[in-house]
Every structure is written in structure tokens, then in C-alpha cells.
């Protein structure tokens, strides 16, 4: 196995991840159609094509710019981020507290189209975003207030790459069980650059299950989004049913692996380490 490859599946957790820290757990997990078996088929190596010639990059400038636009718009108010899926279990900036959440008026959806990260030139791949309409439950974290522009930076160097994609951040309205708060989140955009929302969820199994960059697979995105909101106590129909149809798409293209046997040595080890994250108020954990 390649460097690349094991560095992938480091972020791939199995089923066996540590249970979280919930009220009210279900006492028996559901079982994922998509497995990490299934998942590590669709890895492929790839080169970083580079930003889109389409796109005009973010400069240094420009970061620290909209940070500290971001930062005033709050008005001095702790500052929350809205997770509904990689920043979940990915968010790789630090936060004090954790909270479970609902936007109301927006549903997540794979609608932004990609040909870099998890896609390429060759077989462009599909990242979720926020549209109008319906609900969305995710996690809220709430930044430190001791650095907030860097973290706030951090956040937006990892969800923005072009002032294409600058309208992509907004504050939004949600829903805890300590109330209202308003938060920064992520939506399509007002561009409607590369926007492919409302695709059926057969074709939108099709691409994920196709889709590989130089940072990993789509299938690997949405095995972790599912496996993470599942173990915080969110069950996403939508997304229940995409796996499905995704771990079924790669059964046609590489043979039935429904009875693969376990994974063992450094792979399965790999996976394990990964921890699923836990909602409390401690500092929330990188799983990376």
C-alpha cells in the first residue's frame, strides 16, 4: 500500500470507533451498506490539478480581510461555526464548546461540482452544500475567543479557495437545546458557479462513486459524513439512502465485496485510530 493511499485510509473509521457521548444512544448502531472495504476500492492516486484557471485565487490579503469582517459583523458575540458534514468530524480549527443544532429554511445536498480535492479533470466529483429549503441538523462549535482571527482564517482557507466563493459564507439562524444562535455556515452561494443542485440521487451515487483527487475519494467523504452524523444522533434519510445506492454503484464497477472479509494489520489498525467525534462542552477533538 502507498504512502498516499495509507494516509487516506487513516481517515477512514470503522465500525468498531468508540461509541459517542450521547444521552440517549441507540442501543444497536445501524449498519452502513458502504463499508471502509468498499470505500478503499474507489482510491486512486491523483495530482493536485491546481485552482480552476476559471477562478482568481485568495491572496493572504484577502483572508485576513473577510476574517476580520466576519469578526466585527459579530459584534464582539462568541463566534459559532455550523458543522453539517466534513467540518463534523474534520473541522481542523480549535473550539471550546460543542453543541447539536438545526437550520431551519436549509437542507445539506451534493450540489457544488468539483474537478479538484476529492475530484479531477477526468471524473469531476460532488461536495454537499447548504440550499434553501427544509431543515438541517448538524453540530455548532463555538471558536476561542483568544485568537479568533486566526481560527477564523483557518476556517476559511479550508472552506474558500477563489473570490468566486466568497458568498458561500454567510450568518444563519439555528436551533440548540440552549437556544437561539447565530452562526457562520456555508451555503451554494448567490455565483451559481459549478452549482449542479437537485441532481437525482442515482446520478448523484453515479459521480461519488467515480470520484477520487489527490486528497481522497467522494466515497470516502460521504462513508465519514454519514458514520459521524449517525454518531451524534443525526439520521439523515437522504444521505442513508445515498450510501446505499453509492456502496451498490461500487459493487457494479469493481465485483461484490459485501462479503469481503475483515480488515486486519495495518489497515484495520489505521481505521481504528480514527475517533468519531463527541458532542460535550470540552474542547472538541481534530480527528486528524
Request: charged residues 25%; hydrophobic residues 40%; neutral net charge.
Amino acid at each position: 500500500m502507498s504512502d498516499r493511499k495509507r494516509a487516506s485510509m487513516s481517515e477512514i473509521p470503522s465500525a468498531t470507533s468508540p461509541a459517542p457521548n450521547l444521552a440517549s444512544p441507540r442501543s444497536k448502531p445501524r449498519a452502513l451498506s458502504l463499508t471502509p472495504e468498499l470505500v478503499a476500492l474507489c482510491y486512486r492516486e491523483e495530482v493536485d490539478p491546481g485552482l480552476n484557471a476559471r477562478f482568481t485565487p485568495m491572496e493572504d490579503e484577502d483572508y485576513r480581510a473577510l476574517a476580520l469582517d466576519l469578526d466585527a459583523q459579530s459584534g464582539g458575540a462568541p463566534l459559532w461555526v455550523f458543522a453539517y458534514g466534513s467540518l463534523i468530524w474534520k473541522p481542523e480549527f480549535c473550539s471550546v464548546e460543542s453543541r447539536r443544532a438545526t437550520a431551519y429554511g436549509w437542507h445539506r445536498a451534493f450540489s457544488l461540482k468539483i474537478d479538484r480535492w476529492r475530484g479531477s479533470r477526468a471524473a469531476p466529483g460532488l461536495m454537499m452544500a447548504l440550499e434553501h429549503g427544509g431543515r438541517c441538523d448538524g453540530v455548532i462549535y463555538r471558536l476561542a475567543d483568544g485568537d479568533r482571527i486566526a481560527q477564523i482564517e483557518r476556517l476559511l482557507r479550508r472552506e474558500l479557495s477563489s473570490r468566486e466563493t466568497v458568498s458561500t459564507v454567510r450568518w444563519m439562524p439555528v436551533r440548540t437545546p440552549e437556544g437561539p444562535v447565530n452562526v457562520l455556515g456555508f451555503w451554494l452561494g448567490s455565483t451559481g458557479h459549478d452549482a449542479v443542485s437537485r441532481l437525482p440521487l442515482e446520478e448523484v451515487a453515479r459521480i461519488l462513486a467515480r470520484a477520487c483527487g489527490h486528497v481522497g475519494s467522494c466515497a470516502e467523504y460521504l462513508y465519514n459524513t454519514v458514520l459521524h452524523l449517525e454518531a451524534v444522533g443525526i439520521h439523515d434519510r437522504n444521505l442513508w439512502r445515498l450510501q446505499a445506492l453509492v456502496a451498490d454503484e461500487i459493487r457494479k464497477l469493481y465485483g461484490d465485496h459485501s462479503a469481503a472479509q475483515p480488515l486486519s494489520g495495518e489497515t484495520k489498525a489505521a481505521l481504528d485510530a480514527t475517533p468519531v467525534v463527541k458532542i460535550s462542552g470540552e474542547k472538541a477533538r481534530d480527528p486528524v
